[in-house]
């Protein structure tokens, strides 16, 4: 009798599984905390600032001109934190990272002291932005006293690039917190000494910065000691030609974004409602981006989990579910009783002002699921090496808001806030298509290239 052939043994390893929805939100959590409680302090210092002495005078102070020149100084290393999630993958690659860190952090940091104690803030804060004639001392003051910023940004999201790639997400959530609890008890110091609002919102942001760079260094320690100094060494090294290349295009792109900020907050100098719009977009542009803040933590959820195996099925399963989730959560504040509790009871705003605030948010519901689908491309491309296209479209959603702010000073019929929010809606619009034409287009298209071993 025959006997029936036996099917072949399979000896070699089982075929690894494919990422899952749990993993990646397993990944993305931490993150999206870390974020939230970021978000939160706009809102709770414009809360604070709202309740002492001359409330419009310094949140416009610090909304129109402190935390926007600030960010733009720091602006070209924001990204560090993407580009340490990309790169931070052998000893060298670090090394190398944390000598740009160092000579950036320092730099700009020059700068930002250069246009606090020179007549180039008179320059920038008058002839520039048109700030309110009444706003350019109290903002000076406190642009002085967030010195500290972008050195301690700089090397905060540098090392925390390192525990992403090494799987500590979770220590980037907690460092988060050290940053708010920080910030929240100098918030409360200010208020119950009676500082004024522009001492007190700028003093508890740079000691929260300042703390959660020091926690982020405390926790790398144990990383920079294992897992990254016995990791192997990368297959090209990275040398300071091919950082520049990755990078530049990078430190672009939170550039041009953050030039957003002060071009509104000029364009709103010269609209109706000049000082109700500018005390009031603190609180709606905090709103807007806490909102956002889980889709930009989505950034580098992406770029680290493109290197599992076939990850490209749960990670665009995860975006949609993202972006329908905060679309829905924005739209119930908005349009509830929620949003007039949120303006006029948690915030404190007058009567008016959270009138006008709640207008501006209505029009602003698009912008999370904006927020996450741009980071899902952006995080492509950078996974990549493609980093070019990001910054091209960053520049033409800044085109498209400068285009629609001039129009509407040139109208002057309608509040420098609604504009401001219509503004940032059209460009977004504008860098999320041009995201998706370069993930696609460019050569082999992206979505299905890497990641899927």
Do not use: K
Not at 322 to 343: C, D, E, K, Q, V
Not at 364 to 370: C, G, M, R, T
């Amino acid at each position: 009798m025959e006997r029936t052939p036996e099917p072949p043994s399979h000896t070699g390893p089982p075929d690894p599984a494919p990422l899952t929805l749990r993993e990646v939100f397993h990944t993305w959590w931490p993150l999206a905390a870390s974020w939230l409680m970021m978000a939160s302090e706009l809102p709770v210092l414009s809360a604070v600032v709202a309740r002492q002495a001359h409330p419009s005078i310094h949140l416009a102070a610090y909304g129109g001109v402190v935390f926007p020149i600030a960010l733009v100084v720091e602006a070209p290393i924001i990204m560090l934190l993407a580009a340490s999630t990309a790169l931070s993958r052998d000893w060298a690659s670090y090394v190398r990272l944390r000598r740009f860190m160092l000579t950036a952090g320092a730099g700009l940091t020059a700068v930002h002291l250069l246009v606090a104690l020179t007549p180039l803030y008179g320059w920038i804060v008058g002839s520039l932005m048109h700030a309110p004639e009444e706003i350019r001392a109290p903002a000076r003051l406190g642009l002085l006293i967030m010195t500290p910023w972008t050195g301690s940004i700089a090397y905060r999201r540098f090392q925390q690039g390192v525990l992403i790639r090494f799987d500590r997400s979770r220590l980037v959530g907690v460092g988060t917190a050290v940053r708010v609890t920080t910030n929240f008890s100098f918030l409360t110091l200010g208020y119950l000494l009676r500082f004024p609002g522009i001492v007190t919102a700028t003093t508890a942001v740079a000691a929260g910065v300042v703390a959660e760079a020091i926690f982020a260094g405390l926790c790398v320690r144990p990383v920079l000691a294992g897992p990254l100094r016995s990791a192997p060494a990368a297959g090209t090294p990275l040398t300071l030609g091919r950082l520049l290349h990755f990078y530049v295009p990078l430190a672009m792109t939170p550039l041009l974004s953050l030039f957003s900020l002060p071009i509104l907050s000029a364009g709103m100098g010269r609209m109706p409602l000049a000082l109700e719009s500018l005390a009031t977009w603190p609180v709606v542009n905090g709103l807007i981006f806490a909102f956002r803040s889980t889709g930009l933590a989505y950034n580098e959820v992406v770029i680290a989990l493109l290197d599992r195996v076939r990850p490209r099925a749960a990670l665009a399963r995860f975006t949609v579910l993202l972006a329908g989730t905060t679309s829905i959560l924005f739209l119930l504040l908005a349009y509830t009783p929620l949003g007039r509790f949120w303006m006029a009871g948690i915030s404190g705003l007058p009567p008016a002002l959270a009138d006008l605030g709640l207008r501006g948010l209505r029009l602003a519901f698009v912008l999370p699921a904006l927020g996450v689908v741009q980071n899902w491309f952006q995080g492509n491309l950078v996974h990549a090496h493609r980093t070019r296209g990001v910054s091209e479209a960053v520049g033409l959603a800044l085109i498209t808001l400068v285009l629609v702010t001039v129009a509407g000073v040139h109208l002057g019929s309608l509040p420098g806030l609604v504009i401001g929010v219509l503004a940032m809606i059209a460009g977004n619009l504008v860098q999320t298509v041009w995201l998706t034409v370069r993930t696609r287009g460019g050569g082999a298209p992206i979505l299905q290239a890497g990641g899927t071993r």
